[in-house]
């Protein structure tokens, strides 16, 4: 069964920090693009970063860029997102999604389900005080 799920969420205080995991099962992450995504509650999914297969490009939402960082482990096929300086804003549900096409080389952050086929139930986030 070809799956993601998303782990690594909690409360966290202003300023803080997290790693956000994204483990892959039944297919090998290394070979699609994945990206993250939120949701925070009574607003639109939206998208955060995005690492194409065999690490060629990452991109960023510009809201987000010098705080988020993806990377991956492709021994542990698992992609990361990494979250500095945390604010109240940031409290939503993270997503990670793969892209069903192994064979594009580029990656969107935008929130395309018909290129990202396979989500995970989300981790939820919460910074505060």
């Known amino acids: 069964q070809v799956k993601v799920v998303e782990s690594g969420g909690g409360l966290v205080q202003p300023g803080g920090s997290l790693r956000l995991s994204c483990a892959g099962s039944?297919?090998?992450?290394?070979?699609?693009?994945v990206g993250w995504f939120r949701q925070a509650p009574g607003k639109e999914r939206e998208g955060l970063a995005c690492?194409?297969?065999?690490?060629?490009?990452?991109r960023y939402a510009d809201s987000v860029k010098g705080r988020f960082t993806i990377s991956r482990d492709n021994a542990k096929n698992t992609v990361y997102l990494e979250i500095n300086n945390l604010k109240p804003d940031d409290t939503a549900t993270y997503y990670c999604?793969?892209?069903?096409?192994?064979?594009?080389?580029?990656?969107?952050?935008?929130?395309?389900?018909?290129?990202?086929?396979?989500w995970g139930q989300g981790t939820p986030v919460t910074v505060s005080s």
């Open positions: 039944g297919f090998a992450l290394a070979e699609r693009a």
């Open positions: 690492l194409s297969r065999g690490r060629y490009m990452s």
């Open positions: 999604a793969a892209d069903w096409d192994q064979y594009k080389f580029d990656c969107t952050v935008e929130v395309d389900k018909e290129r990202y086929l396979y």
